[in-house]
């Protein structure tokens, strides 16, 4: 029998036949293991302020804490190369793969840092520390979010895709508000010298362990079906990763063009904003944590609502709120942050209701623009590129500008980021709903034969001419 006409056996995630307990598991695994991720990866700039002297020459403060968010940029550099590894293995061998080695080399760069000596100790020896183990977290990082995006989209209802997916920014920022909050508790009950000197170093140390814990639960994770029926077609098909993403070249495109202007919105408001307003606007370190945590959790809340939303009206008009929205207030919100924590926590949380309008939908978007077999590569590799091109510079890019006394110039900037977001979203199609299973290759392959036989059957009608 042809390949053409083999009956396939569907054995696709259906939430009616996964269990209570397998649907625990799966939301417990990556919702573990991602907020430990982000916890790892963002408590680098929430704490950056704190350790810039631990690292490098702390005679110029301002020297010290620009090199530290270089180090932090230049994490982002390794997130290319990450989102090509764990988006092959992820690919190639498995979502549930990737997803572990990811929290794996997150918790082990944790570690590596809260455990290092200073630049005191060692000296430059402990900027290479620094840097390596930032490097390393670049590379989990890059692979993680693709990962876990692809397999939350993989194993949820069609119909509540975006509500599922919202999953994965809502555990994101829970480890983005613990990081925060155990910021401003240590900063309520340690000196500053405390703070300087040792106090830091809790959070990557608690990273680290909690990391550990999550790889056990991902590793008692189910593969999902779709992968599986997607490698079962990949064999039939006999086609490369490489031959499907030469045929789709515009999906890597629009996925920078989706992420540029959210990813430095987001970056700038929802991670390095409290250490923005602490170092450049002299505000008070705990009062500047605790306006990050409020408005973290007024963003935690919305998330989910956002997912919601897009699955009754679509993805496209969500994302378009996103970006207009923001570019339209990035002026006032600036201008509003001063010297009080109310004012920094009232800036925050606009900026974020308007970015859960984005975050809350991009990991549906993303998997439903893109077939199985490069599902997770082919979003890992761009997205990688955006966030590091442009997410990484940002608080180090906000930081000079406004040293330079030029805000205005960073802001500009940021707008026109989200103008190119806002053109490329126009020209997505409405992915609400979509079947995973249809895979590109299918729908390709299948042309191909039906071009294929019709061609046949018209060369022997047609008489022979020279």
Known sequence: MSTAHRPVEITLDDPNTRTNRDKRRTIFGIGAGNAMEWFDWNIYATFAAFFAGQFFNNEDKVSALLSTLAVFAVGFAARPLGGFVFGW??????RKSSMAGTIALAAGGSLAIGLSPTYGQIGIWASVILLVARLGQGLAHGGELPSAQTYIAEVAPAARRGLWSSLIYFSGTCGVIAGTLIGATLSGILTEDQMYSYGWRVPFILGGIFGLYSLVMRLRMKETAVFEEGAREADEVQESRWSVIRRNPKLLFQVIGMTIGGTVAYYVWGIAAPAY???????????????????NLVFLATLPLAGMLSDRIGRKPMMLIMVVGMAAVTFPLNAMVGSSPWSLFTAMSIALVLLACWTGVAPAAFAEIFPTRIRTVGLAVPYSIA???????????????????????????????LAVSAITVLTLPETKGADLRISTVTRSVGRDRRSSSTSARRSCKRPFQR
Do not use: K
């Not at 293995?89 to 498995?94: F, I, P, Q, T, Y």
């Not at 602490?278 to 409020?294: F, K, P, Y």
């Open 277 to 295: 307003a602490i170092s450049v606007r002299g505000m008070d370190a705990e009062g500047a944590l605790w306006a990050g945590v409020g408005a």
């Open 387 to 417: 966030v590091a091109a442009f997410g990484g510079t940002a608080p180090y890019l906000q930081t000079w500008f406004a040293d330079q006394g030029n805000m205005g110039g960073f802001l500009w900037y940021g707008i026109a980021l």
């Open 89 to 94: 293995v992820a690919d190639r061998h498995g």
